[in-house]
């Protein structure tokens, strides 16, 4: 009973202590690199992002420019386009539940694209 | 001889009656709303003629550089800054913020009176066109505002407690479209314009009763004429009204700037046919909401240069009236304000590359250049447009008409796409903009003084970053201007010469406003950066990226 026991505390205390291993297991449901899923992200970023948000593949506007960002992670990209982001005085709405998942990971692949030079 | 008599009597007495109803009417219009107070603010451009120009001499141009600050208010609301010009009306403002929070403050103190803050549908942070507004309206003993949720709303004046709401549209259902403009007061009815333009809805101009918020007429600014709208593009033709209209007691008349149609830029078949009404102004008859003229600056608009973005004013030379407007591509145009006919048309922007020009007679574009599906396009003025809704301020002592001008073009690539996958916080533009420089060299913004029929130019200051809000003229030769980083500006509205400035922390986008309570002058500019508009600004200054938002009321006064 002891042994049931200790087993069950560390496999608790390995989820509380890593809670993202759940989702951090979860594979993009697209090929990232792939350049149709880039082209389509691009589509969908140039249609849905940029007017008077982001500008035409990623060039600033009131929001920094997202070309060149080592920095951002493609969970990162992927969060913040589902949940939107708000930053003092500046808000970006959520586009989870406006457009689907995959279409998320596509816009997330084009912009880590824009790593690259244009 | 009898029945000569009584009818004589009778026609008498239908004329005695026809006057005394003439003058209740005229009454109940004026008690409505009166723009002959200088103590005062009573609307959005102060006063029916839109002119921002008040007749307050204590502050003078010697002693501005005295202006110290009273008081400052807060709303606690900095979500798109506060792009409001404030209402003042014996001794009290009536101002609103972000989220639709309506305040009445004491006008010598800041202390808040009361305040209103509605409960806004979730939609509310979907959509595009929010949380902003630019004002509200009062007469009536009632102060009425429009929300970004889409309701109409009007509040007890003295208690702020809520009288009626109507809701006027579902954004849900109309691509987003709401209201972020003050209504317009038009005897005792009220008339609202909603967003649109940039949206696939079909938009349409409101007019309520004001003591009971029902709705009496709903005007239809994409005509209902398959040669304005071929095929189904009215459907989602765009349109509405986003800006405050303008009310004209003399000929009992609104006017509306009416938005660009829908796709903003047409690949190619999106929308066949002139696309009435929209990129033009229309003139409704208040208690109808029938038109009485119109006129289309921008027929089949392909540059998104809506008239909504240009005030109406109203000038009078030679016992003439003529209404002043000015349309995003760069061109003024003045009508009669009897009649609504074209009398002229002339350039606001140095750079105007879309056209060859406009006939001043006929308002005919010449040589119009549409941009193409495939093409990198380049036009100027910039969809921004060579002024954006900043309003400027006429002063009759100089006879000057006052504005903050943009030289910035862009470069257009065009998208096909279809209204329904636009998501609802997304915007049908049909392609993107990006802002460029003019031909001559950098992008540039001028401060112009120019005769507002002939446009001739009497000075300029040139500026880099162009100034957007909206400007001040008082009768003492002072023109108030706030710029984009925060800097607060007093000048001689003959020169242009700089007489204060003053840090307020962050951008003026909203209209500084004059006002006097127990004989003492006020200056109150609203601080605080935002609007949509200067996303496309960032493009070419980078710096705005990183400049602060905020929210504050700043009010100035001498000794």
Same mark, same amino acid.
């Given at each position: 009973?002891?042994?049931?026991?200790?087993?069950?505390?560390?496999?608790?205390?390995?989820?509380?202590?890593?809670?993202?291993?759940?989702? &951090?297991?979860?594979?993009?449901?697209?090929?990232?690199?792939?350049?149709?899923?880039?082209?389509?992200?691009?589509?969908?970023?140039?249609?849905?992002?940029?007017?008077?948000?982001?500008?035409?593949?990623?060039?600033?506007?009131?929001?920094?420019?997202?070309?060149?960002?080592?920095?951002?992670?493609?969970?990162?990209?992927?969060?913040?386009?589902?949940?939107?982001? &708000?930053?003092?005085?500046?808000?970006?709405?959520?586009?989870?539940?406006?457009?689907?998942?995959?279409?998320?990971?596509?816009?997330?692949?084009?912009?880590?694209?824009?790593?690259?030079?244009? | 001889?009898?029945?000569?008599?009584?009818?004589? =009597?009778?026609?008498?007495?239908?004329?005695?009656?026809?006057?005394?109803?003439?003058?209740?009417?005229?009454?109940?219009?004026?008690?409505?709303?009166?723009?002959?107070?200088?103590?005062?603010?009573?609307?959005?451009?102060?006063?029916?003629?839109?002119?921002?120009?008040?007749?307050?001499?204590?502050?003078?141009?010697?002693?501005?550089?005295?202006?110290?600050?009273?008081?400052?208010?807060?709303?606690?609301?900095?979500?798109?800054?506060?792009?409001?010009?404030?209402?003042?009306?014996?001794?009290? /403002?009536?101002?609103?913020?972000?989220?639709?929070?309506?305040?009445?403050?004491?006008?010598?103190?800041?202390?808040? #009176?009361?305040?209103?803050? @509605?409960?806004?549908?979730?939609?509310?942070?979907?959509?595009?066109?929010?949380?902003?507004?630019?004002?509200?309206?009062?007469?009536?003993?009632?102060?009425?505002?429009?929300?970004?949720?889409?309701?109409?709303?009007?509040?007890?004046?003295?208690?702020?407690?809520? =009288?009626?709401?109507? *809701?006027?549209?579902?954004?849900?259902?109309?691509?987003?479209?709401?209201?972020?403009?003050?209504?317009?007061?038009?005897?005792?009815?009220?008339?609202?314009?909603?967003?649109?333009?940039?949206?696939?809805?079909?938009? *349409? #101009?409101?007019?309520?009763?004001?003591?009971?918020?029902?709705?009496?007429?709903?005007?239809?600014?994409?005509?209902?004429?398959?040669?304005?709208?071929?095929?189904?593009?009215?459907?989602?033709?765009?349109?509405?009204?986003?800006?405050?209209?303008?009310?004209? @007691?003399?000929?009992?008349?609104?006017?509306?700037?009416?938005?660009? @149609?829908?796709?903003?830029?047409?690949?190619?078949?999106?929308? @066949?046919?002139?696309?009435?009404?929209?990129?033009?102004?229309?003139?409704?008859? $208040?208690?109808?909401?029938? $038109?009485?003229?119109?006129?289309?600056?921008?027929?089949?608009?392909?540059?998104?240069?809506?008239?909504?973005?240009?005030?109406?004013?109203?000038?009078?030379?030679?016992?003439?009236?003529?209404?002043?407007?000015?349309?995003?591509?760069?061109?003024?145009?003045?009508?009669?304000?009897?009649?609504?006919?074209?009398?002229?048309?002339?350039?606001?922007?140095?750079?105007?590359?879309?056209?060859?020009?406009?006939?001043?007679?006929?308002?005919?574009?010449?040589?119009?250049?549409?941009? *193409?599906?495939?093409?990198?396009?380049?036009?100027? $003025?910039?969809?921004?447009?060579?002024?954006?809704?900043?309003?400027?301020?006429?002063?009759?002592?100089?006879?000057?008409?006052?504005?903050?001008?943009?030289?910035?073009?862009?470069?257009?690539?065009?998208?096909?796409?279809?209204?329904?996958?636009?998501?609802?916080?997304?915007?049908?533009?049909?392609?993107?903009?990006?802002?460029?420089?003019?031909?001559?060299?950098?992008?540039?913004?001028?401060?112009?003084?120019?005769?507002?029929?002939?446009?001739?130019?009497?000075?300029?200051?040139?500026?880099?970053? $162009?100034?957007?809000?909206?400007?001040?003229?008082?009768?003492?030769?002072?023109?108030?201007?706030?710029?984009?980083?925060?800097?607060?500006?007093?000048?001689?509205?003959?020169?242009?010469?700089?007489?204060? *400035?003053?840090?307020?922390?962050?951008?003026?986008?909203?209209?500084?406003?004059?006002?006097?309570?127990?004989?003492?002058?006020? /200056?109150?500019?609203?601080?605080?950066?935002?609007?949509?508009?200067?996303?496309?600004?960032?493009?070419?200054?980078?710096? =705005?990226?990183?400049?602060?938002?905020?929210?504050? =009321?700043?009010?100035?006064?001498?000794?």
């Amino acid at each position: 009973m002891w042994r049931y026991l200790a087993l069950v505390i560390v496999l608790a205390s390995t989820v509380t202590l890593w809670p993202g291993i759940a989702a &951090r297991g979860e594979e993009p449901p697209i090929d990232l690199n792939d350049p149709a899923q880039v082209a389509e992200g691009q589509t969908t970023f140039n249609r849905t992002c940029t007017g008077y948000c982001h500008g035409r593949d990623g060039l600033q506007g009131r929001a920094p420019s997202l070309r060149g960002r080592e920095d951002l992670s493609s969970e990162q990209i992927h969060t913040t386009i589902s949940n939107g982001r &708000r930053s003092a005085g500046k808000v970006m709405p959520a586009w989870k539940g406006q457009l689907d998942d995959q279409k998320i990971w596509q816009l997330t692949a084009f912009i880590l694209s824009l790593r690259e030079p244009h | 001889m009898k029945t000569c008599i009584l009818s004589t =009597l009778n026609s008498a007495a239908l004329s005695l009656a026809l006057v005394a109803g003439t003058v209740s009417i005229a009454v109940a219009q004026t008690d409505a709303l009166r723009d002959d107070n200088p103590n005062n603010w009573p609307m959005y451009n102060r006063s029916f003629d839109s002119s921002r120009y008040s007749p307050l001499k204590e502050i003078t141009k010697d002693n501005v550089k005295n202006l110290h600050v009273a008081w400052i208010h807060q709303p606690g609301a900095i979500l798109q800054g506060l792009l409001e010009t404030p209402l003042v009306i014996d001794g009290v /403002i009536y101002s609103i913020a972000s989220y639709d929070r309506v305040f009445a403050l004491n006008a010598a103190t800041g202390e808040e #009176i009361w305040h209103y803050f @509605p409960k806004l549908d979730d939609v509310a942070n979907e959509i595009f066109f929010a949380p902003y507004s630019r004002g509200v309206a009062v007469a009536h003993g009632r102060v009425y505002i429009g929300t970004i949720d889409g309701r109409a709303i009007a509040l007890d004046q003295k208690t702020g407690k809520e =009288l009626w709401q109507t *809701k006027l549209t579902d954004p849900r259902k109309c691509a987003g479209c709401n209201f972020t403009s003050p209504p317009t007061v038009a005897g005792n009815l009220l008339t609202y314009g909603p967003t649109g333009g940039d949206i696939g809805d079909q938009g *349409k #101009i409101y007019g309520l009763d004001a003591a009971t918020g029902k709705l009496v007429w709903a005007f239809e600014t994409l005509r209902d004429d398959p040669k304005s709208w071929g095929g189904d593009s009215r459907r989602t033709g765009g349109g509405g009204a986003w800006m405050t209209g303008a009310y004209d @007691p003399k000929t009992d008349t609104v006017l509306y700037g009416t938005s660009n @149609p829908a796709p903003d830029f047409d690949w190619g078949g999106a929308r @066949p046919g002139d696309n009435l009404y929209t990129s033009g102004v229309v003139a409704l008859d $208040p208690k109808t909401g029938k $038109p009485k003229w119109h006129f289309q600056e921008v027929p089949h608009d392909d540059w998104d240069f809506d008239g909504a973005a240009g005030e109406f004013l109203f000038v009078e030379k030679d016992g003439k009236r003529s209404i002043v407007h000015s349309n995003k591509g760069g061109y003024v145009y003045v009508y009669d304000a009897e009649s609504g006919a074209l009398q002229n048309a002339w350039p606001l922007a140095d750079n105007i590359t879309w056209l060859d020009g406009v006939d001043p007679k006929t308002g005919e574009l010449k040589n119009r250049k549409a941009p *193409k599906f495939g093409e990198k396009s380049y036009a100027c $003025p910039w969809i921004v447009g060579a002024k954006s809704w900043n309003t400027g301020s006429y002063s009759p002592d100089t006879g000057l008409w006052y504005q903050n001008v943009m030289e910035v073009c862009n470069i257009v690539e065009m998208d096909k796409s279809a209204p329904e996958s636009i998501p609802l916080s997304a915007l049908w533009f049909g392609g993107t903009p990006t802002a460029a420089n003019p031909p001559g060299g950098p992008a540039y913004g001028h401060l112009d003084a120019r005769d507002p029929l002939t446009g001739q130019r009497k000075w300029q200051i040139r500026t880099g970053m $162009p100034m957007m809000g909206s400007l001040l003229t008082t009768a003492s030769g002072l023109l108030f201007a706030g710029d984009l980083k925060g800097w607060a500006h007093a000048y001689d509205a003959k020169t242009g010469e700089e007489l204060w *400035k003053f840090n307020l922390g962050s951008g003026t986008r909203g209209g500084p406003v004059t006002y006097a309570v127990n004989g003492k002058q006020y /200056i109150i500019f609203p601080s605080g950066l935002g609007s949509a508009a200067i996303s496309l600004v960032a493009q070419i200054w980078p710096e =705005l990226t990183e400049y602060p938002a905020g929210a504050a =009321l700043v009010a100035f006064t001498l000794n």
